[in-house]
């Protein structure tokens, strides 16, 4: 189901919006960037964690000419790289539910802890942004061609936040089962205060570009309803593998850190005498 907001050609399916603009000299494209997503808890990047352990302890280990290992984890994903450096012991243990390691990767991810009955927040994602026209036409490319993750990684290319352009701001609306949970009026009331955090509504970036308004209105109403919500993509399982990175890194760094502090301590072997006959 494609969504038209008002004043933006939709792109992408309910993804990727643009409008003619100009910074300066330059023609360009004003972007406004959907998805929807569920944070991430503590509990899924624990279980998601140990289905990659369990999968890596399962799967048979290849052995390239030469004697080295190969895993068969491994994949392009940045978790799964950095998981192939754990030693086979500490991946057994997070397979395993070891208490210290679940412990130590609990306390070092960004993912929410949840009482007894609670359910994750969920959230429509919106970024706004310029990009130069000629960006988005270089290699002999169409708008169409370019999908959500290139535009996504375009708006937050430095050179283009040097120059002022890229990303200008981006908000998060909660939704759930009825749709978008704020009313109109504490909306607006946010607005009128630049609240950048509540629970309903989150707002990073430049609260004084004039578009700001626009482009709350056209979300909240283009997509209040929870059938609009639910067309949007869904983006949970890349937040779950941010969430996972942060913790799989910590935990890597650590064992890093421990192997170098048995190194320093390591007796030194005496060198050998020269023996002269």
């Given amino acids: 189901?494609?969504?038209?907001?008002?004043?933006?050609?939709?792109?992408?399916?309910?993804?990727?919006?643009?409008?003619?603009?100009?910074?300066?000299?330059?023609?360009?494209?004003?972007?406004?960037?959907?998805?929807?997503?569920?944070?991430?808890t503590e509990e899924d990047i624990v279980l998601y964690l140990q289905a990659l352990a369990r999968n890596r302890v399962q799967a048979p280990v290849l052995v390239a000419p030469g004697g080295a290992r190969i895993d068969r984890i491994s994949t392009d994903s940045p978790l799964e790289a950095v998981m192939r450096k754990l030693p086979d012991e500490i991946i057994q243990e997070i397979a395993g539910g070891n208490g210290d390691c679940i412990t130590f990767i609990k306390k070092n991810t960004r993912a929410v802890r949840l009482n007894e009955g609670e359910r994750p927040d969920s959230y429509i994602d919106v970024y706004y942004g310029i990009i130069p026209s000629e960006i988005i036409a270089s290699?002999?490319?169409?708008?169409?061609?370019?999908?959500?993750?290139?535009?996504?990684?375009?708006?937050?290319?430095?050179?283009?936040?040097?120059?002022?352009?890229?990303?200008?701001?981006?908000?998060?609306?909660?939704?759930?089962?009825?749709?978008?949970?704020?009313?109109?009026?504490?909306?607006?009331?946010?607005?009128?205060?630049?609240?950048?955090?509540?629970?309903?509504?989150?707002?990073?970036?430049?609260?004084?570009?004039?578009?700001?308004?626009?482009v709350v209105d056209l979300v909240y109403n283009d997509y209040k309803s929870a059938v609009n919500v639910a067309s949007l993509n869904d983006h949970s399982q890349r937040m779950l593998d941010i969430a996972a990175f942060d913790s799989v890194k910590a935990l890597y760094m650590l064992v890093a850190e421990n192997v170098l502090k048995a190194q320093e301590t390591k007796p030194k072997k005496a060198s050998p005498k020269l023996r002269v006959n």
């Fill in 1 to 40: 189901m494609d969504i038209e907001s008002h004043g933006f050609r939709l792109v992408h399916e309910n993804q990727v919006y643009l409008r003619n603009g100009q910074f300066q000299d330059r023609k360009t494209e004003e972007t406004i960037l959907l998805s929807r997503y569920t944070i991430p």
């Fill in 139 to 214: 290699d002999g490319k169409s708008e169409i061609e370019r999908d959500y993750m290139w535009f996504r990684s375009m708006i937050e290319n430095p050179s283009l936040l040097e120059m002022g352009m890229g990303n200008v701001f981006n908000f998060e609306m909660r939704y759930s089962f009825g749709g978008i949970t704020i009313n109109r009026k504490d909306l607006e009331a946010l607005l009128v205060h630049r609240t950048s955090r509540s629970r309903s509504f989150k707002f990073f970036g430049d609260y004084s570009h004039p578009a700001v308004r626009e």
